[in-house]
Structures are given as C-alpha cells and as structure tokens.
C-alpha cells in the first residue's frame, strides 16, 4: 500500500471538509445573529409601544391625574416595584409618574404632599404651648376657611403655586359640588391638604346659646364628608377640622371634641392671623392692612417657630387674595418652611 498517496488523498478530504465546515459555520452565524437582530428589534418596539401605552394613559386629556389615580390605586412609594409580569415596563411608568397625583389613601393629601403634611394634633399642641417643639425647621401652616368658589379661590391657587408653597383649605361643605369641583380638583392636586369646616357655616344650629350642639356639629362633620368623597373618590378621608369662629369662642367644647374625636378628627385653631375675619371696627381695610396684620399676630407669639395662620378664600376676600404674595414672601425671608396638617 502506497502510504504516501493514501495520506495525500485524506489530507485532501479534510482540508475540504474543514473548507466547507467553515463556510457552513459562518452561514449559521449570521444567521444567528440575523435572527438575534430581529428579537432584538422586536422585543425595543414591544417596549416602545408599551411605554407609549403608558403615557398616553397617563396624560390623556379625558381625565384628570385625581380621576386616574382613583382608577389605579397606589399605596407607597415601595409599590411602584411590585409588578406584575405582565407589561411591565407601562405599569412600571404608570405609578412612577402617577404616585404623586394619587390621594394617600384614607388622607386629606396626594403623595407628593406628605413629606411636608404634618399630625395636627401635634401642631395644635405645639401652638397652644401644651408640648415644646424641638424641630430644626420653623414651621408656618398657611390655612384658608370658608372656601371653595370660583372667585377668590383661584386667586389664591395661583398665588400658591407662582411661589410654590402650600396651604390648607378648610372647606365648607355646602360648597362641595359640580359648581366647584374643578376649583377642589385643583386644591388637592397641586399639593395641598383639605379639611373640613362644618357644612353651614351657621352659628345659630352649631352653637345655639353659644353651646356647641354635638349632634349637628358631628353631623356636619360627616355631611361634607360625604360630599368630599363624592369629587375627590373612596380613597379620600379627612380628619383635619376647624370649628367655626374657633374652639375657643364658644361652651361645651369637650363633649364636641370627644364626639369627633370617635372618628379620628382632630380641631386646630391659629395663632397669627391676617385679621380678615375681624369685627369690621379692628379688621385691616386694605392688602398692606392684612400683611401688616399678619405680622404683628405672628410676631407676638412668645415661641414663633411654628405658626398657624388664619385666613380666608371666601368670595369678598378681596384683600386676602391681594396680601399673600407679601405675607408668603415674608415668612420665606423669616426662613420658615411651609406645611400642610393632616
């Protein structure tokens, strides 16, 4: 046997085989990387489609961030990782963006809002000298009653939010409805807090012989409640109250408080005031009357690191509306940061 040629003939057959081994190779890799192009491809314009989903959910003009918050309901910031396998990159987008909007749920607030919501109960104590505040920050709650309506509340949402503060509304429940639902929509999505003020407004079914009636004060209570609810969705709940003319003005407060308090709610008076719900012989006659007003109030508090001030968005509240850009400014010069009571 001739070894030599034998050896020539298979060294031929394999450097063939190993010829078309690489040609045949290299035909599967790119296929392969063809192949793993076009999932590539389709998997980016599966989550481009998706996450176009999800914006254009999430900024539809046909509803509000409030009225979709109520459709997708979000507990904390830590739930906005727990998601479901399905779509994930839209439900992942959904919450990220629509958390803040959302109402806490069983709170006065929307997300965004309650790194700067404080107890009330612990204001109310810390303004009544009952416990010492020991914070580092002064503290200043701009509160508004007898709201909402189409006129001067506005006015002050604009203001509010041109030197992005906030404040806290304390609604009278006779002006919650269809009138004024995109004045209250607007009040709590811009991040502030809404509390109740009784339903009438009426001292004489309140406080008749200035005793407070605990029957209809509580009834109230529950009342505007069910009026809040019924604007802002079954997530809402407030239990932030200012009573009327002040706890202070009138008799059997205790059994009112012990009432109310049955449901969680905590009252809340002030302690500096723009003087605009004065008797009309003391209350200031202009805007720089109401900031004057405001300062002198709050400059004659012993302790002035937490202040909470009585104002009012009613309808003739025309200097009220005219003053806050002075009075905000200067308890920003003061190196107060602003709250909200939950």
């Known amino acids: 046997m001739n070894y030599k040629n034998t050896y020539s003939t298979s060294s031929h057959e394999v450097n063939t085989y190993t010829s078309v081994s690489k040609t045949s190779g290299r035909k599967k890799r790119k296929k392969y990387r063809l192949a793993k192009n076009i999932i590539i491809l389709f998997i980016v314009a599966a989550f481009s489609l998706g996450i176009g989903k ?8 046909k509803s509000t961030p409030l009225e ?17 396998p399905v779509n ?35 204001i109310r104590n810390y303004i009544s000298g009952k416990t010492t505040y020991t914070g580092k920050d002064k503290l200043v709650f701009l509160t508004f009653d007898d709201g909402a309506n189409q006129k001067i509340s506005p006015i002050v949402l604009d ?3 041109e030197h992005g503060v906030h404040g806290t509304f304390f609604i009278v429940g006779g002006t919650v409805g269809e009138k004024n639902k995109s004045v209250l929509l607007r009040e709590i999505e811009e991040g502030h807090a809404i509390a109740i003020h009784s339903f009438t407004h009426n001292y004489k079914i309140l406080y008749p012989n200035r005793v407070a009636n605990v029957q ?6 529950m009342d505007t409640l069910t009026a809040m609810k019924n604007i802002f969705g079954p997530n809402f709940n407030t239990r932030v109250f200012r009573y009327p003319g002040g706890h202070m003005s009138w008799k059997n407060m205790d059994a009112a408080d012990a009432a109310l308090s049955k449901y969680g709610v905590e009252w809340i008076d002030w302690n500096a005031l723009c003087g605009d719900g004065e008797p009309r012989r003391t209350r200031p006659t202009s805007a ?55």
């Open 288 to 342: 720089q009357g109401m900031y004057d007003f405001t300062v002198k109030t709050t400059q004659q508090n012993k302790n002035q690191d937490v202040i909470v001030v009585l104002m009012h968005d009613a309808e003739n509240k025309k200097f009220t509306a005219e003053a806050l850009p002075q009075i905000i400014q200067y308890y920003k010069d003061q190196g107060y940061v602003f709250g909200v009571l939950k």
């Open 216 to 221: 209809h004060i509580t009834k109230e209570y």
């Open 159 to 161: 203001t509010l939010k």
């Open 54 to 61: 999800g914006i254009a959910l999430i900024f539809s003009e």
């Open 88 to 122: 994930r990159p839209t439900e992942m987008l959904e919450k990220t963006l629509n958390w803040k909007f959302s109402i806490v749920p069983d709170s006065n607030h929307i997300g965004s809002a309650q790194e700067y919501a404080y107890d009330t109960k612990e």
């Open 68 to 84: 979709r918050s109520n459709q997708t309901t979000l507990y904390s910031r830590e739930s906005l990782f727990v998601l479901s």
